[in-house]
């Protein structure tokens, strides 16, 4: 049992250039979510999906669009990237059922765009 | 959701309780307190979370204030390993899957 894994922990970017960060978890939930990380800020949301084929805006989604066509990944693209996406990006997911409300995190990606 | 404020940081001494406070004075009737820490580089853990009454897991001690105003979340016996950002969150349990909201949290250190 992975838990939630990231594909990849490490990329590098030239302004414009486009890329799919991968978000994979094995434990059936229908919530997932990808959130971006600043230094020293916490985590703010980007988008999120409660099922299959479902996506929907969070906090920040500008410049980013989001895919979910399979129950167990979701994916996140940047169609042109630029120097103000250098982040590190994390994806959760939760299952509906649970009432905690306890989301289970991915080890993140660190993304620089130059 | 709610909004929170915890102090920037703090220090602990290995072995001791470390206490971390978050005020949260606008919380209503139906949102719950959760905490996760994030230790360098990781993506953020779930540590634990209340409604009214003060919980207890493996992990740590949850005590929320009668006013349900603030809470405390208690390392009995802080470790290096639990030097991290704490974040306090809070949110209604049930209904919606919008995501988490995270302040700056508290950086605790634990002192060797």
């Known amino acids: 049992n992975a838990g939630v894994t990231q594909t990849p922990k490490f990329r590098v970017l030239k302004t414009g250039q486009s890329m799919t960060l991968l978000c994979a978890q094995d434990?059936?939930?229908?919530?997932m979510y990808w959130y971006r990380q600043d230094p020293g800020m916490g985590l703010r949301l980007i988008h999120y999906s409660v099922g299959e084929g479902t996506t929907a805006k969070g906090e920040v989604p500008d410049g980013y669009n989001v895919s979910r066509l399979k129950k167990q990944n979701f994916l996140l693209g940047l169609e042109s990237a630029a120097p103000s996406q250098t982040s590190v990006y994390f994806c959760?997911?939760?299952?509906?059922?649970?009432?905690?409300?306890?989301?289970?995190f991915g080890p993140g990606t660190r993304l620089t765009v130059t | 959701d709610a909004k929170t404020t915890q102090p920037p940081s703090m220090d602990c001494a290995e072995g001791r309780a470390a206490n971390l406070p978050c005020n949260h004075s606008t919380i209503s009737g139906n949102e719950y307190v959760y905490w996760y820490r994030q230790i360098h580089s990781q993506g953020p853990q779930y540590i634990i979370h209340g409604l009214k009454n003060n919980e207890t897991n493996e992990m740590a001690s949850l005590i929320i204030t009668e006013d349900r105003k603030s809470s405390t979340l208690i390392l009995p016996h802080a470790t290096l390993r639990d030097t991290a950002v704490y974040y306090c969150i809070v949110r209604v349990a049930w209904g919606g899957a919008d995501g988490l909201t995270f302040g700056k949290g508290t950086h605790l250190i634990i002192q060797p």
């Open positions: 434990m059936n939930h229908e919530y």
């Open positions: 959760a997911s939760t299952s509906s059922g649970l009432a905690t409300y306890e989301q289970y």
